[in-house]
């Protein structure tokens, strides 16, 4: 079956994902642990989530980022305020569609990306990474509409994305980054401790790494950094700053939120089990062709 989280979530918070990914099924959001709540969750007299309580700590003092997370700058403010998310409203950021939208003039693109993120915006990202079942990279994935489930102890955390399976690892132990690595889906990340917020670094990446819907992207030359941090039980801000001059004219910075996902767990959401997508437009296009 193609792939039935992707789409559904992607119908509730993006229509233009939902007529690139028309060949989904939808089934309803369920846990596949049903019935067992997340173990040490602060909660209010009423049973909701305590979104504002301490911060969950290491055995060595440091802040603990473990937990599942679901993408908290949501493209529509959710009814009823700032609560967990439970695995059945998981939705995606406003940054999905477009990393720079809250950036006066946009990404300051190099002009050699300018048109072809313009094809790609005008296409509906036909050739999106995303939708042919590749790896997301990370700065996209805090964005799209899946869970991720962070792993932290001291030395490395370890970021399990349920698209694909995927996973990422962030070694916080402050190791000097490889001096010519082989580019990598999620680059090479070494972090060190600043207080209570964990500098990651990141290089190693490869060219056309998408990082949103519209098609831009970083390439070999990005140095990435996160400035990750956890205000309270809830919430977890990530301030990136990417410096990339082959694909942009200057440094950029944006904050992506996360939001806290309780009394769920992740979900086989493999794509590659019956991909029909690019099959299906190489029938249309040659439908057309011969049409003519």
């Avoid at 509409?145 to 102890?153: A, G, Q, S, T, V």
């Avoid at 349920?162 to 690595?181: I, K």
Wanted: glycine share 8%; aromatic share 8%.
């Amino acid at each position: 079956m193609p792939c039935p989280n992707l789409h559904r979530r992607a119908a509730l918070a993006f229509a233009v994902a939902v007529t690139i990914l028309s060949s989904s099924v939808s089934l309803p959001a369920i846990a596949q642990w049903v019935g067992y709540a997340t173990a040490g969750v602060p909660r209010k007299a009423d049973g909701t989530v305590d979104m504002a309580a301490a911060v969950p700590r290491m055995p060595d003092g440091k802040p603990d980022f473990s937990g599942i997370w679901t993408a908290g700058n949501p493209a529509k403010p959710k009814e009823g305020g700032d609560v967990a998310g439970n695995g059945n409203d998981i939705g995606s950021s406003r940054y999905m569609a477009n990393m720079g939208a809250d950036m006066k003039d946009g990404l300051p693109y190099q002009p050699w990306l300018i048109p072809i993120v313009k094809e790609r915006t005008t296409n509906l990202a036909l050739d999106d990474p995303h939708i042919r079942c590749l790896p997301d990279f990370f700065l996209r994935a805090y964005g799209l509409p899946h869970m991720l489930k962070f792993l932290h102890k001291p030395g490395i955390l370890v970021v399990l994305d349920e698209m694909n399976a995927g996973y990422r690892q962030v070694f916080t132990d402050a190791r000097a980054l490889p001096d010519s690595p082989t580019p990598a889906w999620q680059g090479y990340s070494s972090a060190k401790w600043s207080g209570d917020t964990l500098i990651i670094d990141t290089i190693g990446t490869r060219d056309d790494s998408w990082i949103d819907w519209n098609g831009s992207v970083v390439t070999e030359a990005a140095k990435i950094r996160e400035e990750m941090r956890r205000p309270d039980f809830g919430h977890l801000e990530i301030k990136v700053t990417v410096d990339d001059p082959k694909a942009y004219t200057k440094p950029w910075t944006v904050t992506l939120k996360q939001r806290i996902v309780v009394d769920a767990e992740l979900i086989d959401e493999v794509c590659l089990e019956n991909e029909q997508f690019v099959k299906r437009m190489g029938l249309e296009a040659k439908d057309k062709a011969s049409a003519k």
